[in-house]
């Protein structure tokens, strides 16, 4: 399991050209969207659908991308292929994971 | 002003993409979640650049670039795919179905004004050429209109110079093509075949030039001698215009040398019969024949229209070939414009 979730905003910043005008658009949508985004994740679980759930995955490895939360994503990319895969083994417990990860991050971002 | 869709459902990579693509400059971005949505718009719009990200709802971004290249004229806009650092397949599809190029996530500011500045260049030269392509494709309409108006007044001159060494005048070149043209619309050819006798017509006696004045300009009757020397004027106006480049001139040989030549056989030069002859001869036949007897020479008086028509009656399968009569009379109103319009004292350009 990944550790805890440290935010570096150098390599995002140096990604965005130093614009903290857009990081800070960015920081804002997260905290916006976060848990529609777990809730649309823990949707796809429930509703059964694998499809859903691997898209659903991937927009959160995006998102944790985005705030170059590797360990994060690399989680959320294991939920995307397992999910491709159709093994829907032991994913309840890594969609917990997920959506505990993303309100960790945006914990760390509302202290900005 | 380039107008730059982005198509993406997630809200963050919207708002992050319409940021980085107004920092470009110059730029409109034109923002959709729905790929479906953004097809739609796509139908009445044409970007300048596409930013499509791949993993969609409804449509992902290697079914829209696909959608989006089917549409009329988006073949060549140039679309940016969005996808994840590990869908490497999914990067070679998309740029064998139709991306420019692509863009990997997390978004990398420096990478995306790159690429994205590249393809609105390409894009602004495709513009550019289209436009030219517009400009020139214009300027060579006109300069063919312009070359195809001198040529047609270079006909009608050499014509007239033909017709000045001889009694029939400037108005008869004009009426007889327009007879013809008439003719020729009750035949029933087609519109291109009219305007090709009513410019080529006025060429059917331009073969005079080479013959010589003591037998062109003769007031009495001709000897059987001398009318043979005359009846060569057919075969110079072939000559003359046989092999030409401009179709009207070939048009205008194919009657110079068959417009003497009767229904019956019995004409010059070739002694053709029937549909031998070919149709703008037996056509411009008529025309001629007409309009001399209904005109004053120096040397007679115009014929009674009444006694002119009778004149092509009594012909029809002998000199005249009898479609080409009834053609003429079915346009009666139409000749007799014709006449109104171009009298011998005032000769207009056709």
């Known amino acids: ?101 993303m309100r960790e991050v945006a914990e760390v971002l509302r202290q900005l | ?174 009426r007889m093509a327009y007879y013809s043209q008439a003719i020729a619309s009750g035949l029933g050819l087609d519109a291109a075949a009219q305007k090709l006798i009513l410019e080529a017509a006025p060429m059917h006696d331009v073969g005079k030039i080479g013959i010589p004045d003591y037998i062109l300009l003769k007031p009495g009757k001709l000897t059987p001698e001398e009318f043979e020397v005359m009846k060569g004027h057919a075969r110079i106006g072939y000559e003359l215009l046989k092999d030409s480049g401009s179709e009207i001139l070939r048009a205008g040989a194919e009657i110079a040398i068959s417009h003497h030549e009767k229904f019956d056989g019995s004409g010059y030069p070739n002694g053709l019969r029937g549909h031998d002859i070919p149709v703008f001869g037996r056509v411009v036949a008529v025309a001629d024949v007409f309009d001399a007897l209904t005109s004053e020479r120096p040397y007679k008086k115009a014929w009674p229209l009444e006694e002119a028509v009778r004149f092509l009656e009594e012909g029809r399968g002998k000199h005249f070939d009898p479609l080409c009569v009834e053609a003429m009379l079915a346009k009666w109103d139409e000749v007799l414009d014709i006449r109104r319009r171009f009298k011998d004292e005032d000769v207009p350009m056709i």
Request: proline share 4%.
């Open chain 2, 1 to 174: 002003m380039h107008k730059v869709l982005i198509i993406d459902d997630s809200d963050i990579n919207l708002t992050l993409i319409k940021a980085l693509v107004l920092k470009l400059g110059d730029c409109e971005p034109m923002l959709f979640d729905n790929p479906l949505k953004a097809l739609t718009w796509c139908r009445e719009h044409v970007p300048d650049l596409v930013i499509v990200d791949y993993m969609m709802p409804d449509m992902d971004g290697l079914k829209f670039i696909s959608a989006f290249r089917a549409l009329h004229g988006r073949d060549e806009v140039p679309i940016l795919m969005i996808t994840a650092n590990d869908q490497r397949d999914v990067r070679y599809e998309a740029l064998l179905g139709g991306a420019n190029d692509y863009l990997t996530k997390p978004i990398d500011r420096i990478e995306f004004s790159a690429r994205a500045r590249n393809m609105l260049s390409l894009r602004t030269g495709q513009k550019y050429l289209a436009d030219r392509a517009r400009h020139l494709a214009v300027l060579v309409d006109e300069q063919t209109l312009a070359i195809r108006e001198r040529e047609k007044e270079l006909i009608f001159r050499m014509s007239r110079a033909a017709e000045f060494r001889d009694p029939e005048t400037g108005a008869h070149i004009q």
């Open chain 1, 1 to 101: 399991m990944a550790g805890n979730f440290k935010l570096d905003r150098g390599p995002i910043l140096e990604r965005l050209g130093g614009d903290e005008e857009i990081f800070s658009m960015m920081v804002e949508m997260f905290l916006q969207d976060v848990e529609n985004n777990c809730a649309s994740l823990g949707n796809a679980l429930n509703g059964g659908s694998l499809p859903a759930l691997q898209r659903e995955a991937h927009t959160i490895k995006g998102l944790l991308a985005t705030f170059s939360d590797d360990e994060g994503a690399a989680e959320a990319h294991g939920v995307e292929q397992q999910a491709k895969k159709g093994d829907a083994g032991g994913l309840p417990e890594k969609v917990a994971f997920l959506q505990a990860r």
